[in-house]
């Protein structure tokens, strides 16, 4: 049976920097969901391009388990069906709640996704990175964050003086990064930490 768009059918987005817990609060969320007996259905984007079972774990060392997946469309291929529509009448079974991690790293076919699967009654909990490690909004993050029902900004503890950190701090050979890196490096000597807005550096 078709969900009704009228019951429950939102987005919550949790964003912050690495180490702010993001992971934590989707597996709490995600966690009270399966204990209250709904349907629950994890994604997170695969590294490797390839669809396969896997799990969301936290810094902390918390796991829940998710299915990565190469791109937005494949999470709608798993829910509906290659090119499908959420609303189909033939889509009989959509999850109560569709959490996905490190969103961030998904295209910009995860905006009309997240508001379709809300659109037919589905909890749709997203947790990225708002900031990349220049500190700028992260591919489709803004536009998320604007057309959500829920946003909860989360931070760290920066590494250097212990204040709330908002910001990624990407190390290379423990050097801070160059504005002119890109945002995803492939296969660098690289390494994070939370920071700051005043201990976040970028090298000219
Ligand atoms: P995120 O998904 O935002 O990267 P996680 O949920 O994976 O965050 O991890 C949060 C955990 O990271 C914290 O509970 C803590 O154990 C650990 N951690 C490591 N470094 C820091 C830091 N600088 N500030 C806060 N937590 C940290």
Do not use: W
């Not at 934590?24 to 399966?34: G, Q, S, Y």
């Not at 490690?133 to 591919?139: C, I, N, S």
């Not at 057309?147 to 290379?172: F, Y």
Request: charged share 25%; glycine share 10%.
């Amino acid at each position: 049976m078709l969900k009704s768009p009228y019951h429950g059918g939102h987005l919550e987005v949790i964003v912050g920097p690495m180490f702010s817990g993001k992971s934590e609060e989707l597996i709490r969320r995600v966690t009270r969901a399966v204990i209250a007996r709904q349907n629950v259905q994890v994604f997170k984007p695969a590294l490797d391009d390839r669809y396969h079972e896997s799990k969301v774990a936290s810094h902390a060392g918390r796991t829940v388990a998710a299915l990565a997946v190469g791109s937005a469309a494949e999470i709608r291929a798993h829910l509906a069906g290659e090119g499908a529509l959420l609303s189909d009448p033939g889509v009989s079974s959509l999850p109560d709640v569709v959490g996905i991690d490190e969103v961030q790293f998904l295209g910009p076919e995860v905006v009309p996704l997240a508001l379709e699967l809300a659109g037919v009654g589905v909890r749709v909990i997203l947790a990225g990175l708002d900031l990349d490690f220049r500190a700028e909004p992260f591919g489709s993050m803004p536009d998320l964050l604007a057309r959500a029902e829920s946003v909860e900004k989360l931070t760290a503890i920066c590494t250097v003086c212990g204040a709330p950190a908002t910001r990624s701090q990407r190390l290379i050979g423990g050097q801070p990064a160059r504005l002119s890196d890109p945002v995803v490096l492939v296969g660098a000597q690289e390494s994070y930490e939370a920071r700051c807005r005043v201990h976040h550096e970028l090298r000219e």
